[in-house]
């Protein structure tokens, strides 16, 4: 026989309203099943539910048959809300790959066995024994003696739910502001009905047969939404994060290795694995050194290593760094190993090419140079004389390029910025420009010698061939003086924070293909400069981390400007 309390008490309400809630919110959140942990959630939201209609209806029905039939059903719903509500957890932060594992099939296997054995309880009293209907504020609460499985079955939903909080506290911890609030939502909203619940298994409490689990969904339900609406659940989510963590590292071409903090590997990607572990039994665990093959340092510096890979020999620029956990603890170090098998023959091969032209062509050049001024002297034939007048001119060229070659290298290597007098410098080096074109007419303005911190080296290499360009590549029709000669003046300034050298002439202007090669960073066969000055230049103020640019001077020549920041 079945009767309905008189009057429907606060427990039955509350119940009941906790499971509209949950219904509620799983109509907003369906639109979202498409998001990493959206369909768990819906799950946990169901389970939740029915654990709540089932206990509500229950606290309606005295009939003892069909309470039964209840409160098995609200077994069921503890097993599967604990279940569903970890799922999601490792979902929604990123682990959805350990929901998919056979480890957690089998717990989801126990969780149907566990939900068997609720239903069929009358049978057996594997989980509960002694019902029986113990009445309070007017609704059929009950009571029953636990078995140590039911005991094991809380335990286990309830560890599910702790592990559940801990994976979003975690997300709250390493994450930082941008998941805060959904995680410390959902997070929280979990303790209520937990809570509530352990105190109804221990008996705690004044009234031990009323059970306020459902009853505390209504908080749970409450900060759910919260979570949903105005923190924006499943708008923003951690799984992209961790997916980044994982495929930054793992779809990188170059083998990274994390070891602990005695150096041991602990991780390290495909990459890695290729190139150092080949068939060799698992590298997990050995030195670094020794999975390298090399003495590694990791509180300093380390030199590239050669190694073989694939049969074919690479080489390796090493880069260790400190690892530390969230609170800055040291936990151990990452290894990043870049393939610089290609930088290093450049290298060489730019070595090879600079030492022919900084030794052997300038030497060659030299001698060249030193027989064309020889028959200058001594030959009578006009005609031979302008012969060996363009040889000795070409041979200095050379010369000069072996030069440039050795400024490059200067600045390949490159320099500590130093204290400078950047009046003085300039001005020294428009003293060696008049020395060595004596018929050129350098004009010189210091507008400031303040001492700035620059790379000299780079600053002298820049102005210089900037003035040379100007000075060697005119093409005497200038417009400043009489006989159409050579003409610069180099100004020096300073103009908002940042030191300004100003090289003008009236020669004919830098060449369109010139500007063009140092624009586009390499030269062609139809793009490329006639020498090396004006890359000299632009490496130079690379070096400088400043700017060059050059306009044309009204009514002829070039203007370059140099400006660099000080400091």
């Not at 510096?301 to 190694?307: G, I, L, R, V, W």
């Not at 610089?340 to 900084?358: C, D, I, S, W």
């Not at 000299?456 to 040379?468: C, G, I």
Request: charged share 20%.
């Amino acid at each position: 026989m079945v009767a309905a309390a008189t009057v429907p008490g606060w427990p039955a309400v509350g119940s009941l309203a906790a499971g509209v809630g949950s219904l509620a919110l799983a109509r907003f959140v369906v639109r979202y099943r498409d998001q990493p942990g959206a369909t768990w959630f819906l799950g946990v939201l169901a389970a939740q539910a029915l654990w709540c209609f089932a206990y509500g209806v229950g606290l309606l029905v005295f009939d003892p048959t069909l309470r039964v039939a209840f409160e098995a059903t609200v077994w069921v719903g503890i097993v599967w809300t604990g279940l569903t509500f970890l799922a999601f957890a490792l979902s929604y932060t990123g682990r959805g790959d350990v929901v998919s594992s056979p480890a957690f099939g089998a717990v989801v296997a126990v969780g149907v066995g566990v939900s068997l054995l609720a239903v069929t309880n009358p049978l057996h009293g594997a989980l509960w024994t002694d019902f029986r209907l113990a009445p309070v504020f007017g609704v059929a609460t009950v009571t029953y003696r636990l078995q140590p499985l039911a005991y094991l079955t809380l335990g286990v939903a309830t560890l599910a739910v702790v592990a559940s909080v801990v994976l979003l506290v975690d997300t709250f911890l390493n994450y930082g502001p941008l998941y805060r609030r959904e995680t410390a939502a959902v997070a929280v909203s979990a303790l209520p009905p937990g809570l509530a619940l352990l105190a109804w298994a221990g008996g705690v409490g004044p009234v031990p047969q009323l059970n306020l689990a459902p009853i505390m969904f209504v908080p749970h339900v409450a900060l759910d939404a919260y979570a949903f609406g105005r923190a924006e659940l499943f708008e923003r989510n951690p799984t992209t994060v961790r997916a980044a963590e994982r495929t930054a590292i793992d779809d990188l071409a170059d083998p990274i290795v994390v070891a602990d903090r005695e150096g041991r590997v602990v991780s390290l990607n495909d990459a890695a694995r290729a190139a150092f572990a080949g068939d060799a039994a698992d590298p997990l665990d050995r030195p670094v050194s020794a999975l390298l093959g090399l003495d590694l340092t990791f509180d300093g510096d380390n030199d590239p290593f050669e190694t073989r890979v694939d049969g074919e020999r690479r080489t390796y620029a090493v880069s260790v760094s400190r690892l530390a956990d969230p609170g800055g603890t040291h936990v151990g170090w990452t290894v990043v190993l870049t393939d610089v098998t290609e930088r290093e023959r450049r290298r060489q091969q730019l070595e090879v090419l600079n030492r022919v032209l900084r030794h052997n062509l300038r030497n060659d050049a030299g001698v060249v140079h030193g027989y064309a001024d020889f028959l200058v002297d001594r030959l009578d034939d006009a005609e031979l004389v302008r012969m060996a007048d363009a040889i000795e001119r070409r041979s200095a060229a050379l010369e000069a390029l072996g030069e440039k070659a050795r400024t490059v290298e200067t600045l390949v290597d490159g320099e500590p910025r130093s204290p400078v007098a950047a009046g003085s410098l300039v001005e020294r080096i428009v003293a060696d420009a008049r020395e060595a074109t004596p018929d050129a007419e350098v004009h010189v303005d210091v507008r400031t010698d303040a001492t700035v911190s620059v790379a000299e080296r780079a600053l002298a290499a820049a102005v210089e061939n900037l003035l040379e360009n100007a000075v060697r590549h005119h093409d005497g029709e200038g417009i400043e003086r009489p006989d159409g000669g050579p003409w610069a003046t180099v100004t020096v300034d300073r103009v908002d924070g940042a030191l300004v050298v100003r090289v003008a002439d009236d020669g004919p202007g830098i060449p369109d293909a010139e500007l063009d090669a140092i624009e586009a960073g390499e030269e062609t066969d139809l793009q490329h400069g006639s020498g090396l000055g004006l890359w000299v230049v632009h490496w130079a103020v690379a070096t400088l981390g400043g700017d060059v640019t050059y306009a044309d001077r009204e009514p002829r020549g070039t203007v370059a400007t140099l400006r660099m920041p000080v400091r």
